[in-house]
């Protein structure tokens, strides 16, 4: 049924997941290219829904969590061919598909005009960028409480703490993947800390001490897949926002500055909020292991933070001054996104509860 022929004002979960099912065995297609150019309708119906999906999650008044889920699950489908995952190299065959770049390239425009509607970006230009970033550092190094910190912190039970590392997992283990498509280039003292930051983040070369790594044990002490994806399915479109922006930042040179204004924040904003999930499993009865991800983050992060501000986000305000309020804009573009990532988590874990 084509949606010309939908009378509803809204397009169903199930109808959105056909068409993303159909999307999937699009883009497995040994040349997607050509086989579109053979046959122009191959594509019809899933594009009907795009646009439709589109109107419906950017120019609607009222926000469409199955259009949203749709979109920024279609992105991320094709924002993981950028990184190979060491499976099947057929996997990777459209790797370079100019439709797979239109559509990626047609949902970002209008997300991005969507998403920055919600961030207040007049008086960026007049500001002395190092003052606001040292304010924004300071707030959120040591934050007040909100309600969901509270409640990861003290209320969550093992079934809530199993579905924050699920729903965390996607990202998790793959983690600071986007950064290291930042550290090409000439080489000066910035690139440098950021290539340090990334080596730490590696576990300094040893496999056993990689972030992702730790990540894998917390998931092994509760009963859990390791897997990259195996959670997929319960990944809320906040989340999978979050991480597709980061995607978005990072592959885009004209972005660098927005990307380090987001970097800083999660760097920043890390040893506060790890410290409630980390609290969390050791209030359920949890091993070293099964924290380890929060713990060596909570140490290492707060150091990464004041790289971040000192050695990359002050020198490139200085030497891009007249562009230095992206990286302001981006600190706080990645704060609205990461919190309302993770509201979303809260509310998965609630609807765990109410089962």
């Not at 094709?78 to 790797?95: A, H, P, S, V």
């Not at 002395?128 to 209320?155: A, I, M, Q, T, V």
């Not at 983690?175 to 800390?193: F, Y």
């Not at 496999?207 to 897949?225: G, N």
Request: net charge negative; hydrophobic share 40%.
């Amino acid at each position: 049924m084509s949606i010309a022929l939908q009378t509803e004002k809204s397009v169903s979960y199930s109808y959105y997941r056909k068409a993303e099912e159909e999307f999937i065995q699009l883009i497995q297609n040994n040349d997607l290219d050509s086989a579109v150019k053979r046959n122009p309708c191959l594509m019809a119906n899933f594009e009907d829904v795009l646009s439709f999906a589109i109107d419906e999650g950017y120019k609607n008044s009222n926000v469409c969590d199955s259009a949203h889920l749709f979109l920024q699950r279609v992105l991320y489908y094709i924002n993981r061919l950028k990184f190979f995952w060491f499976d099947d190299f057929g996997n990777y065959t459209n790797e370079d598909s100019t439709i797979l770049f239109f559509i990626r390239k047609r949902i970002e425009t209008e997300w991005m005009e969507w998403e920055l509607s919600y961030i207040e970006t007049d008086l960026l230009d007049s500001l002395n960028h190092e003052e606001p970033l040292s304010k924004r550092f300071k707030e959120d190094l040591n934050p007040l409480p909100s309600k969901e910190s509270l409640f990861l912190k003290d209320e969550i039970l093992l079934a809530g703490y199993k579905r924050l590392l699920a729903i965390t997992s996607l990202d998790g283990l793959v983690e600071a993947s986007q950064l290291s498509r930042v550290l090409g280039g000439v080489g000066n003292e910035i690139q440098l800390m950021l290539a340090k930051i990334f080596w730490e983040e590696y576990g300094c070369g040893k496999l056993s001490h990689k972030h992702s790594s730790y990540f894998i044990a917390m998931l092994k002490e509760c009963d859990m897949e390791t897997d990259p994806e195996t959670y997929f399915d319960l990944v809320p479109w906040e989340v999978l926002a979050n991480i597709n922006h980061s995607f978005l930042l990072s592959e885009r040179k004209m972005n660098y500055l927005r990307y380090v204004g987001g970097l800083l924040y999660v760097e920043v904003s890390a040893p506060s909020s790890f410290q409630n999930y980390q609290k969390a499993g050791e209030r359920i009865g949890l091993s070293d292991a099964g924290t380890g991800y929060w713990s060596t983050h909570i140490k290492e992060d707060i150091r990464h933070g004041e790289w971040m501000l000192n050695k990359v986000a002050f020198p490139l305000a200085r030497k891009y001054p007249d562009q230095a309020w992206q990286v302001v804009l981006g600190y706080d573009q990645q704060k609205f996104i990461s919190t309302r990532a993770i509201k979303s988590i809260v509310e998965s874990i609630r609807e765990l509860d109410h089962h």
